[in-house]
């Protein structure tokens, strides 16, 4: 079995079934250490060889580097910890360039090696200053827009490990107000702001006269020098706050055996990613669209004997896209590309609920 | 009550959690036994080695590294290169994916692309998909009459050929096959029967890259009268395997006689200018297959016949019809039109250019 970005589900059973007091063992890139396998192959990305390594999860302060070996909240500050996964392995107190996956010897010293742990990319996406958490499209940059105050909007941007990056490195600018003309195709700015990096460099921060709540609020950043600048829409409901938390459920997928009621159950996951569309929480969509895709596909097994048939196969594979679309794009924080996704999302959603009676 | 597998390694995690990095993309599928058969069947065609294609998906190792490609490829909808929604008719030899399918792949994709056993990969060829043609050898081979070269600065070409068939008296063809000299640089061809003295029409037959021969129903039949020869368009194209190479070609057409009495196919043409195109039928018919000829890209093709009674019977429906790929669409089962159908073509396109071009629907019918 093999999960690429390390999926905390699988992490946690790893970390479950020790063995002798370690984490079993996986395979990683040496390279994109995000990229891992339970068996032998070769890198998706560069193609070396996978190495050995031992993952676990550790419950970290998204804001202090103290963590736990499960949930509470942080000593310092008393924010709930997050879970995070973490390499396990061995080294010398001594030679830091020992780093061995079995518990043993230092080759050099002969010392008793240390269990030891670090991060590992992508694994923590959760905001750290209460704010709305997005990956840019690089894969590499992620960034977090919080609006603290009144008429105050900020972005604080990180690194693939979630580590703050310099703001003086970045330009932005924020939309307010935009017109998209459906003949050229073209948007146009009709009201921004720059996005100029605070003097310790901590964060692109932007004043947002009248910026009621809620708000929403589109950020244009540029990575890299000449590069594009990257969009990513962001609605705030109410003011940021450092201890908010975003609360996110994934419970157990359960599968009704009538057509007709995962049908429906399909149209309420349908409503749910709607609801999260409509409330700009982008990132949380993921969930109710692959359980709105899962029960999709138990569905298909009772396609032949639906009222019509090619209309109800067309909708679930129409859904399935959508669903992994709206995933894709949900992670990248872009309203217009999630829209679209979601249109196709509805449309098939549509065509369900007529197949089986039922209204939305 | 049925558990999904996802959603028992969702259980895994405690709850309730904040957000998750990445979100749960692990894949319980593997290349060998879940992903090569898919591809096997509806991808294979093209995607083998010395392919049309630029890249075999049918080895572990040359297909993984493809992994994001591919599913952004099949999220799109632009491979496999099917067109046809399924909500507008039902045909023959569909490349479409099926949900589990698309899930298969893009899970896969996401998932950390994995291997697996090599022992679960199905017997070699089993799934490849149907390259239809008779079972019998043709009754006559024509080479194309001059090596077509496509110069090594250039990178697609459309080629014109006329064949001489040199027949002294009319006869029916049951089955007409394009055979491609070099399968990794042609992409599709189309075929003309040109009676002596005439010009061109309609095309009787359409071949892409993959697609076997075509094969028409049992007792129908494409009349090929004496004196008439074969015109046939090559649309060239080379992958970034072969820039910068010269390319010879000397493709060939088989051709298949009815052994028997055979009612003989016409071609109705229906013409859509800005968007839509309205064709009377004059007799009672019997539809077998569509080609719709696509001059530029469209969202969507569809054509309907509004039966005498007023009833409206969708024929087929193309989503995003991509011109690079003109193909033929045979009907599952034949549908019967009465005289005094309009036949409805209309097209749809965020792009008022596509829209103006010269698009066409050939309907391959017999009369009833």
Same mark, same amino acid.
């Given at each position: 079995? +093999? #999960?690429?970005?390390?999926?905390?589900?699988?992490?946690?059973? $790893?970390?479950?079934?020790?063995?002798?007091?370690?984490?079993?063992?996986?395979?990683?890139?040496?390279?994109?250490?995000?990229?891992?396998?339970?068996?032998?192959?070769?890198? /998706?990305?560069?193609?070396?060889?996978?190495?050995?390594?031992?993952?676990?999860?550790?419950?970290?302060?998204?804001?202090?580097?103290?963590?736990?070996?499960?949930?509470?909240?942080?000593?310092?500050?008393?924010?709930?910890?997050?879970?995070?996964?973490?390499?396990?392995?061995?080294?010398?107190?001594?030679?830091?360039? +020992?780093?061995?996956?079995?518990?043993?010897?230092?080759?050099?010293?002969?010392?008793?090696?240390?269990?030891?742990?670090?991060?590992?990319?992508?694994?923590?996406?959760?905001?750290?200053?209460?704010?709305?958490?997005?990956?840019?499209?690089?894969?590499?940059?992620?960034?977090?827009?919080?609006?603290?105050?009144?008429?105050?909007?900020?972005?604080?941007?990180?690194?693939?490990?979630?580590?703050?990056?310099?703001?003086?490195?970045?330009?932005?600018?924020?939309?307010?107000?935009?017109?998209?003309?459906?003949?050229?195709?073209?948007?146009?700015?009709?009201? /921004?702001?720059?996005?100029?990096?605070?003097?310790?460099?901590?964060?692109?921060?932007?004043?947002?006269?009248?910026?009621? @709540?809620?708000?929403?609020?589109?950020?244009?950043?540029?990575?890299?020098?000449?590069?594009?600048?990257?969009?990513?829409?962001?609605?705030?409901?109410?003011?940021?706050?450092?201890?908010?938390?975003?609360?996110? #459920?994934?419970?157990?997928?359960?599968?009704?055996?009538?057509?007709?009621?995962?049908?429906?159950?399909?149209?309420?996951?349908?409503?749910?990613?709607?609801?999260?569309?409509?409330?700009?929480?982008?990132?949380?969509?993921?969930?109710?669209?692959? &359980?709105?895709?899962?029960?999709?596909?138990?569905?298909?097994?009772?396609?032949?004997?639906?009222?019509?048939?090619?209309?109800?196969?067309?909708?679930?594979?129409?859904?399935?896209? $959508?669903?992994?679309?709206?995933?894709?794009?949900?992670?990248?924080?872009?309203?217009?590309?999630?829209?679209?996704?979601?249109?196709?999302?509805?449309?098939?959603?549509?065509?369900?609920?007529?197949?089986?009676?039922?209204?939305? | 009550?049925?558990?999904?597998?996802?959603?028992?390694?969702?259980?895994?995690?405690?709850?309730?959690?904040?957000?998750?990095?990445?979100?749960?993309?692990?894949?319980?599928?593997?290349?060998?036994?879940?992903?090569?058969?898919?591809?096997?069947?509806?991808?294979?065609?093209?995607?083998?080695?010395?392919?049309?294609?630029?890249?075999?998906?049918?080895?572990?190792?040359?297909?993984?590294?493809?992994?994001?490609?591919?599913?952004?490829?099949?999220?799109?909808?632009?491979?496999?290169?099917?067109?046809?929604?399924?909500?507008?008719?039902?045909?023959?030899?569909?490349?479409?994916?099926?949900?589990?399918?698309?899930?298969?792949?893009?899970?896969?994709?996401?998932?950390?692309?994995? &291997?697996?056993?090599?022992?679960?990969?199905?017997?070699?060829?089993?799934?490849?998909?149907?390259?239809?043609?008779?079972?019998?050898?043709?009754?006559?081979?024509?080479?194309?009459?001059?090596?077509?070269?496509?110069?090594?600065?250039?990178?697609?070409?459309?080629?014109?050929?006329?064949? &001489?068939?040199?027949?002294?008296?009319?006869?029916?063809?049951?089955?007409?096959?394009?055979?491609?000299?070099?399968?990794?640089?042609?992409?599709?061809?189309?075929?003309?029967?040109?009676?002596?003295?005439?010009?061109?029409?309609?095309?009787?037959?359409?071949?892409?890259?993959?697609?076997?021969?075509?094969?028409?129903?049992?007792?129908?039949?494409?009349?090929?009268?004496?004196?008439?020869?074969?015109?046939?368009?090559?649309?060239?194209?080379?992958?970034?395997?072969?820039?910068?190479?010269?390319?010879?070609?000397?493709?060939?057409? $088989?051709?298949?006689?009815?052994?028997?009495?055979?009612?003989?196919?016409?071609?109705?043409?229906?013409?859509?200018?800005?968007?839509?195109?309205?064709?009377?039928?004059?007799?009672?018919?019997?539809?077998?297959?569509?080609?719709?000829?696509?001059?530029?890209?469209?969202?969507?093709?569809?054509?309907?016949?509004?039966?005498?009674?007023?009833?409206?019977?969708?024929?087929?429906?193309?989503?995003?019809?991509?011109?690079?790929?003109?193909?033929?669409?045979?009907?599952?089962?034949?549908?019967? @039109?009465?005289?005094?159908?309009?036949?409805?073509?209309?097209?749809?396109? #965020?792009?008022?250019?596509?829209?103006?071009?010269?698009?066409?629907?050939?309907?391959?019918?017999?009369?009833?």
């Amino acid at each position: 079995m +093999v #999960t690429t970005w390390l999926p905390l589900g699988w992490i946690v059973a $790893a970390a479950l079934s020790q063995v002798d007091g370690r984490p079993e063992l996986i395979w990683t890139c040496p390279v994109h250490r995000e990229e891992t396998s339970t068996v032998a192959g070769l890198c /998706a990305r560069c193609g070396r060889p996978l190495v050995r390594a031992r993952v676990t999860v550790i419950w970290s302060c998204p804001l202090h580097a103290l963590s736990e070996p499960g949930p509470g909240k942080c000593r310092v500050c008393g924010r709930d910890l997050h879970p995070v996964s973490h390499e396990v392995f061995f080294v010398c107190p001594m030679h830091s360039e +020992v780093r061995e996956l079995e518990p043993g010897f230092c080759r050099l010293c002969r010392m008793a090696l240390v269990s030891s742990t670090g991060p590992r990319p992508h694994q923590d996406h959760n905001p750290k200053h209460g704010g709305i958490f997005f990956m840019a499209p690089d894969a590499w940059h992620h960034l977090e827009g919080t609006y603290p105050e009144d008429g105050v909007f900020r972005v604080h941007l990180y690194d693939d490990f979630s580590q703050p990056l310099s703001a003086k490195a970045f330009k932005g600018r924020v939309v307010l107000n935009e017109s998209f003309d459906p003949v050229t195709r073209e948007t146009r700015e009709l009201l /921004a702001y720059p996005l100029l990096p605070s003097r310790d460099g901590s964060y692109l921060e932007a004043r947002v006269p009248n910026g009621s @709540l809620p708000l929403e609020i589109a950020a244009k950043i540029q990575f890299e020098k000449d590069g594009p600048f990257e969009r990513f829409d962001f609605v705030f409901a109410h003011l940021s706050t450092s201890s908010e938390t975003v609360p996110q #459920t994934v419970g157990d997928l359960v599968v009704p055996e009538e057509p007709e009621a995962v049908a429906a159950a399909i149209i309420e996951r349908g409503g749910r990613v709607k609801s999260l569309l409509a409330r700009g929480a982008f990132n949380e969509i993921y969930v109710p669209a692959l &359980e709105a895709k899962d029960l999709a596909l138990a569905l298909e097994a009772h396609v032949s004997s639906a009222p019509n048939p090619a209309s109800l196969a067309w909708a679930l594979k129409e859904l399935v896209r $959508a669903a992994w679309l709206l995933d894709d794009y949900g992670d990248l924080g872009n309203k217009e590309q999630l829209l679209l996704a979601y249109d196709r999302f509805e449309e098939a959603s549509e065509r369900i609920a007529s197949t089986y009676g039922l209204t939305r | 009550m049925k558990r999904s597998v996802i959603a028992a390694a969702l259980a895994l995690a405690a709850a309730p959690v904040t957000l998750e990095a990445h979100k749960p993309t692990k894949t319980r599928f593997t290349y060998h036994r879940d992903v090569l058969p898919i591809f096997e069947s509806r991808c294979g065609s093209c995607h083998h080695e010395g392919g049309v294609a630029p890249m075999s998906l049918l080895g572990y190792k040359q297909t993984f590294p493809w992994a994001v490609s591919i599913k952004n490829q099949v999220l799109s909808l632009s491979m496999p290169p099917w067109f046809a929604d399924e909500r507008y008719g039902v045909f023959r030899h569909s490349s479409a994916l099926t949900a589990t399918e698309v899930n298969t792949i893009v899970d896969w994709c996401l998932g950390g692309t994995p &291997e697996g056993n090599p022992g679960d990969a199905p017997a070699r060829g089993a799934g490849v998909a149907s390259r239809e043609r008779p079972e019998d050898a043709p009754d006559m081979v024509l080479e194309l009459p001059e090596t077509f070269v496509l110069e090594a600065d250039r990178g697609e070409a459309r080629h014109e050929a006329r064949l &001489e068939v040199g027949l002294r008296r009319d006869r029916l063809l049951r089955s007409i096959e394009f055979r491609p000299g070099r399968p990794n640089a042609v992409r599709s061809a189309l075929l003309f029967v040109v009676p002596k003295g005439s010009k061109p029409g309609a095309p009787a037959a359409s071949w892409v890259a993959g697609e076997g021969a075509e094969v028409w129903p049992e007792g129908r039949g494409v009349r090929l009268p004496a004196g008439a020869s074969l015109l046939v368009r090559i649309h060239y194209k080379k992958t970034w395997l072969d820039e910068g190479k010269e390319i010879r070609d000397r493709s060939a057409v $088989a051709l298949y006689f009815s052994k028997g009495k055979a009612k003989p196919i016409e071609s109705l043409v229906v013409e859509a200018r800005g968007g839509v195109g309205v064709y009377p039928l004059p007799r009672d018919v019997e539809l077998l297959s569509l080609l719709p000829k696509v001059e530029a890209p469209l969202d969507l093709l569809l054509a309907e016949a509004v039966l005498p009674d007023g009833t409206t019977l969708p024929l087929i429906g193309l989503r995003g019809p991509d011109p690079a790929w003109p193909r033929t669409y045979r009907l599952e089962e034949p549908i019967l @039109l009465p005289k005094g159908s309009r036949l409805r073509l209309t097209l749809t396109s #965020t792009d008022e250019a596509s829209l103006s071009a010269a698009h066409t629907l050939v309907l391959n019918v017999v009369r009833d």
